[in-house]
């Protein structure tokens, strides 16, 4: 079984639609992490959080937004997509003792808004 | 703001051949981590990097840091047609574990 997982893998929406992407994963980490990725500009931070009471913004945070329900799971809502959201998001896991803050990815979510 | 420059964006290279890939980034570090991806997959570890003149080697890839130039590089010896993806650095920064990634080198092998 995958250690980071991601749902919905593929998602088709209209502008203005709030969606969630979840993300769970079972290596016990503390660190999670979204991401999204569009071609030419490598991966961006979108928020980032240590544990369920600390939430933290990355470099592009307007128009998302987090929840940490638990340990194992982080979800990451667009309140009122749009077009320029679509992209390619990853969840990521790091373990604070581990040390060198090695991040582990889930499969990613295809995300287009129409 | 850190920034993380890779170079080349795209190369294409025939198999057997041995070729270089830059990582340069503008702020200190002492953390670098390299990435594969595959078209539509998602990202795998292949190096940790976490000191000043570190390398590490697997299989034909080989990396390395130097943290006074802010420079890593990864090189890729007697190239096969396998290790055709998109490979990405990526910079960690302070406590928060936050990474900043290149925009990678799509690497292509030709038969």
């Known amino acids: 079984d995958a250690d980071v997982t991601q749902t919905p893998r593929n998602r088709i929406t209209k502008t203005g639609k709030r969606i969630m992407l979840e993300c769970s994963q079972t290596k016990g980490h503390d660190r999670m992490y979204w991401y999204r990725q569009d071609p030419g500009l490598g991966l961006r931070l979108i928020y980032y959080s240590f544990d369920v009471k600390d939430i933290n913004k990355g470099e592009i945070s307007d128009g998302y937004s987090v929840s940490r329900q638990a340990q194992a799971k982080f979800s990451l809502s667009l309140e009122s997509a749009i077009p320029n959201q679509t992209a390619l998001y990853f969840c990521?896991?790091?373990?604070?003792?581990?040390?060198?803050?090695?991040?582990?990815f889930g499969p990613g979510t295809r995300l287009t808004v129409l | 703001e850190l920034k993380v420059e890779q170079n080349p964006l795209f190369l294409s290279m025939q198999e057997g051949k041995n070729y270089t890939i830059y990582c340069n980034y503008s702020?200190?570090?002492?953390?670098l981590y390299w990435y594969r991806q595959d078209p539509g997959k998602s990202l795998e570890s292949l190096f940790v990097l976490l000191s000043n003149g570190a390398v590490k080697q697997e299989g034909r890839l080989m990396a390395s840091l130097d943290t006074k130039a802010r420079l890593s590089t990864l090189h890729i010896t007697a190239a096969v047609h396998d290790l055709s993806a998109t490979y990405f650095c990526a910079v960690g920064t302070g406590t928060a574990s936050k990474l900043t990634f290149g925009t990678g080198t799509r690497l292509q092998v030709t038969l």
């Open positions: 702020t200190t570090s002492d953390r």
């Open positions: 990521a896991t790091s373990d604070l003792s581990a040390g060198g803050s090695e991040q582990f």
